[in-house]
């Protein structure tokens, strides 16, 4: 049993240790799904919303469970990331995806999650490095969302690391923007070039006027630190309409198109959106 950890285990009880096995069940096949090619990534498109363009997709991962069939991402990166695999993991979606986006030819943006552990596991920007020169990827095509929490530890370290990864001269986007703490500080300290507006705000567009302002505050702040913004999560022409006139720069959301199986990503880059 564990006593008040720094998990918050406080007491044991039977179920907890159920838990427990489970998640050691799913630490082990993870990493044999990983060894045995079960992840894929799907593609989401990001829109212009000033010519109603794909400018670039985001590369999301799956699970391709022989038994369960698609796995959600929330129900593996927790465990990837506390038994260190997501470092692997991490850097084969990060090749994935850039070899993808040389594939398909065209001047897209490929957006890739970076979680905290792997920011934070060794010299991040010569991993980057490395893939980007293994896959011919431009750096400027190559966007990297990182979450606020990236900035919360460790400062000094870190912007170091964020320096050095603009120095190659790939994008960083600011992920979840607004869900995290001292945003507005951070925002004067890490050069990010992409804040990227949480769902759960642009969730709640075309009701109280509170959260529409929240959003058009975030809007105006990046066009004031020269940032581009990106929105989240749009699920109906309420939003879109409201989030255009705005003058929010980029909109993902399931209106668009939902994450995509690369082959159908590489047919709505040849039909278009309809839009
Ligand atoms: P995220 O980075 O905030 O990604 C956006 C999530 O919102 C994706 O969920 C996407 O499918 C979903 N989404 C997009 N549009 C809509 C919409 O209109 N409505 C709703 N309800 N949802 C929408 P997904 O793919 O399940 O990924 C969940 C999270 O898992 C991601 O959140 C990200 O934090 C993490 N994740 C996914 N792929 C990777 C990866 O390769 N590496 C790391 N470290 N994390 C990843
Ligand atoms: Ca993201
Ligand atoms: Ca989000
Ligand atoms: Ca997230």
């Given at each position: ?12 009880d039977?179920?907890m240790?159920?838990a427990l096995t489970?998640r050691l069940g ?8 990983f ?9 989401q498109?990001?829109?212009?919303l000033r010519?109603g ?14 038994a369960?069939?698609m ?16 470092v692997?993991?991490g ?10 986006a040389?594939a398909?030819?065209?001047?897209l ?5 970076l979680?905290?552990r792997?920011?934070e ?15 011919g990827?431009?750096p400027?095509?190559l966007?990297l ?22 120095a190659?001269g790939v994008?960083l986007?600011?992920d979840?923007f607004?869900t ?11 050069p990010?070039?992409?804040?990227k507006i949480?769902r759960?705000?642009?969730d ?9 302002a929240?959003?058009?505050?975030i ?20 939003q ?5 006139e ?6 993902q ?8 199986p690369v ?10 959106l309809p839009?």
């Amino acid at each position: 049993a564990k006593d008040a950890g720094g998990d918050g285990y406080r007491t044991y009880d039977p179920s907890m240790h159920d838990a427990l096995t489970r998640r050691l069940g799913l630490a082990a096949d993870l990493r044999l799904a990983f060894e045995q090619d079960e992840l894929v990534l799907h593609y989401q498109p990001k829109v212009d919303l000033r010519t109603g363009e794909i400018a670039g997709f985001e590369a999301l991962v799956r699970w391709r469970h022989p038994a369960r069939g698609m796995v959600p991402p929330l129900d593996f990166i927790g465990v990837a990331e506390a038994t260190g695999l997501i470092v692997p993991l991490g850097r084969w979606v990060l090749t994935e995806a850039c070899r993808q986006a040389v594939a398909w030819g065209r001047p897209l943006r490929m957006a890739v999650n970076l979680s905290v552990r792997q920011f934070e596991d060794g010299d991040v920007a010569g991993m980057v490095a490395e893939v980007l020169a293994e896959t011919g990827m431009p750096p400027g095509q190559l966007c990297l969302e990182m979450t606020e929490s990236v900035l919360l530890t460790d400062t000094d370290e870190n912007l170091a690391r964020i320096v050095s990864l603009k120095a190659l001269g790939v994008v960083l986007a600011m992920d979840d923007f607004g869900t995290g703490y001292s945003s507005l500080a951070y925002l004067r300290r890490f050069p990010m070039d992409v804040l990227k507006i949480d769902r759960s705000f642009v969730d709640r567009l075309g009701g109280e006027t509170e959260d529409e302002a929240l959003v058009r505050t975030i809007v105006r702040l990046g066009q004031r630190f020269g940032m581009h913004t990106v929105a989240e999560g749009i699920e109906n022409e309420t939003q879109l309409a409201i989030l255009r006139e705005m003058g929010c720069d980029f909109a993902q959301g399931y209106l668009l198109s939902r994450p995509l199986p690369v082959g159908d990503a590489t047919e709505l880059l040849e039909r278009g959106l309809p839009f």
